[in-house]
């Protein structure tokens, strides 16, 4: 038997196809699985309460937005673990940046030292924003009207079927093929993390 906060593990498939379409109670018992299972292993590695927090909101917000891949993935608790373990590298690297950051900026002046960052994260931000914008307009029309019935509304699959009068099958699968296009071309722009967040 599990303990609370938990699952068995032949729940396990079940758990995330639900998730997968939409429901958030199935998402809700997965994130409280993995804080029972891994925040004594992420507070080892990011070494503060408001970092480990901070890695779990980062890992599951991204696994919430690409649950429509979830049913091509085998092992999808291993796929969790793997994007959380890089949800703590990718802290740990921001928070060594910000430390040296703070040091140039205790050498050079808070003017100097943050309007160079500022203004190139607005560049990359403005950059990726294009290339999605990009993608967006090779979709065939069907797979924007999906696309953005999911992504920019919050609907789930099967109300997507239900107000475009397409089988919930269909609606997946055109769904994934959307977002794997809008993928290729961040990842072939070298965008593909930064980007994650946007949709």
Request: aromatic share 8%.
């Amino acid at each position: 038997m599990a303990f609370k906060g938990t699952y068995e593990p032949w729940e396990e498939r079940g758990l995330f196809d639900r998730m997968a379409e939409g429901e958030e109670d199935a998402f809700n018992t997965i994130y409280q699985h993995f804080m029972h299972l891994l925040s004594g292993a992420i507070l080892r590695l990011v070494k503060s309460e408001a970092d480990a927090a901070e890695v779990l909101q980062e890992a599951f917000m991204r696994i919430w937005l690409n649950r429509d891949s979830i049913p091509g993935i085998e092992n999808p608790g291993g796929w969790v673990r793997r994007i959380i373990i890089n949800e703590c590298y990718r802290l740990i690297k921001k928070n060594h940046l910000r430390s040296r950051l703070h040091d140039g900026w205790q050498s050079a002046g808070p003017a100097e030292a943050t309007s160079g960052l500022h203004a190139e994260q607005r560049l990359v931000l403005g950059e990726t924003a294009r290339i999605i914008q990009e993608a967006l307009g090779d979709l065939s029309p069907r797979q924007y009207a999906i696309y953005r019935l999911s992504r920019e509304q919050g609907r789930r699959i099967a109300e997507i079927a239900q107000i475009l009068g397409l089988s919930p099958d269909y609606v997946k699968k055109t769904l994934a093929i959307a977002l794997q296009k809008i993928r290729k071309k961040l990842r072939d722009a070298g965008k593909l993390l930064p980007a994650i967040l946007l949709f």
